[in-house]
């Protein structure tokens, strides 16, 4: 079978990658990192999309140029940190040519975390699998701390390995995800009068996903649906809404169905079951577990309860 002239190259080693980017061999076979003038290759020595098998982090300083990372585009006018999980479509024929986009850009095969509680905790990370509009954007303090945490790793890497080798690396790309994350709740916090209207269009995407008529066909609204609606990647939509309302995505969308069956209950003498296939419930069942789980009471204890109040 002939492969596809527009399907996306796929990388599984660093040793391939490194090969196909121009770049000197890696140091260790499961990290790499590349810095100075090895960085920007890591961005546009590949222009056809690609999907590598590991992690990647990048850090860019303030250039201009446009870079095709999943389905949008991120600005670098601004500079930032952008991070991807293996398996993503990365590059494009669009990208740029001759500009220096990457301070440093860190590759991590998943396979050098093996053994670690680190393994376990990267798909606690939800910034792997933000979109690239979405990167995040630091202060020179803050960038400081994460190039400081660069250099550490590259000195490591650079010296002669031991057996102390890989905790040392480890134990900076740890701190390296605990700032990420910290600065991410910054962000999200300096940039609320932003996502007020983020928040805002929420809102107004559920209450119309509950007025459809054909909810039941379409089923309860999810969080990828709610995210494709607002144009930003699920994680980030959930973990925003995490730190500015204290609640997930999905927490918001169950809200939404207590307050929607709480109404029909109480103001409609539609059945149980009537009112869990207009909420989108397949099973009437189904509704009475999810409702009594939220409420502490079953819907018919709920409506005699209102009716006696």
Known sequence: MKKLANAPLRFTSLSEAHRALGVPPPLHPLISLLHGAHAPA?????????????????????????????????????????????????????????????????????????????????????????SANEALHVSQQEKDLLLALFNTIEAELASRLDEFSQEVVIAQLELLFTYANRFYKRQFLTRKAGHSDLLERLEETLADCFRDENLLRRGIPTVQHLAQCLHVSPSYLSDMLRTLTGQSAQQHI?????????????????????VAYALGFEHSQSFSRFFKARTALSPLAFRQSFQLN
């Open 42 to 130: 890591a961005i546009g020595g590949v222009h056809q999309p690609h999907v590598l098998s590991f992690y990647k982090i990048s850090y860019r300083p303030s250039l201009s140029g446009k870079l095709p990372y999943g389905q949008g585009y991120y600005d670098f006018e601004e500079g930032g940190l952008l991070f991807a999980a293996p398996n993503q479509v990365i590059g494009g024929s669009e990208e740029p040519t001759g500009q220096a986009c990457a301070h440093f850009t860190m590759l991590i095969h998943p396979d050098f975390l093996a053994g670690y509680p680190l393994a376990k905790k990267m798909g606690h990370y939800g910034f792997f699998t933000y």
């Open 254 to 274: 169950h809200d939404h169905l207590i307050a929607q069956a709480k109404e029909k209950l109480s103001t409609t003498g539609l059945s149980v079951s009537e």
